[in-house]
């Protein structure tokens, strides 16, 4: 359901929450700064209510990644043929791939390099549990259709994959693997239990 921004007392309201998520999404994906105070001013939105639907710049960032997330997922699981390990190492990979090359994703890594790991990390956060929700439902809908088993419960699977790719892709510069995606497709893989052949 949308909800409308109540703005003042007898006025219409100005933009839907949903609105004000999707402009910040833009700014994010261009590599402009989320700036909360103008994106209510270019929504003709006030202050306080976009405290109210997102309470803090760190909230809606972390709202806009894994909107994005889920968003992408889906996309690219609907684009890929196959089935199995084989279409999930696919899927990911794909998915690693727009990270690493996202503008947005880079400047914000860039600027504000520790609020960025805290929202894309932190499992009491937002982005991180719905990311691993967004690949365990794209795995269970293997194992539903009968072309993919694990080892480990899908849920374990999916936390494994997220972490792995959060390593190699924006978190462990120290150790020489960020943005690595050639050998994280490769250990995912294996993760999935595909081996090349």
Do not use: K
């Not at 309201?13 to 994010?28: C, M, P, Q, V």
């Not at 006030?46 to 996309?75: I, S």
């Not at 991180?128 to 088993?149: C, H, K, M, N, Y």
């Amino acid at each position: 359901m949308t909800r409308l921004a109540t703005g003042r007392p007898g006025r219409p309201a100005a933009a839907t929450r949903e609105a004000a998520l999707a402009h910040a999404s833009e700014r994010f994906l261009s590599g402009d700064r989320v700036d909360v105070q103008a994106i209510a001013r270019e929504l003709g939105l006030a202050r306080a209510t976009m405290h109210r639907w997102f309470q803090t710049r760190e909230a809606l960032l972390g709202e806009v990644l894994a909107t994005l997330t889920e968003t992408r997922l889906q996309a690219i699981r609907a684009r890929c043929r196959g089935s199995g390990g084989p279409v999930l190492v696919e899927c990911f990979d794909r998915f690693n791939r727009e990270l690493a090359a996202s503008v947005g994703l880079r400047t914000l890594l860039a600027q504000e390099q520790e609020r960025a790991l805290r929202i894309l990390t932190s499992s009491a956060g937002v982005v991180q549990p719905r990311t691993v929700a967004a690949v365990q439902r794209l795995i269970d809908a293997e194992v539903q259709t009968g072309s993919f088993s694990a080892e480990v419960p899908s849920s374990v699977l999916a936390y494994a994959i997220v972490r792995l790719a959060e390593a190699f892709l924006y978190n462990d510069a120290i150790v020489g693997i960020r943005g690595d995606t050639d050998r994280l497709r490769a250990i995912e893989a294996l993760l999935l239990g595909v081996h090349p052949s």
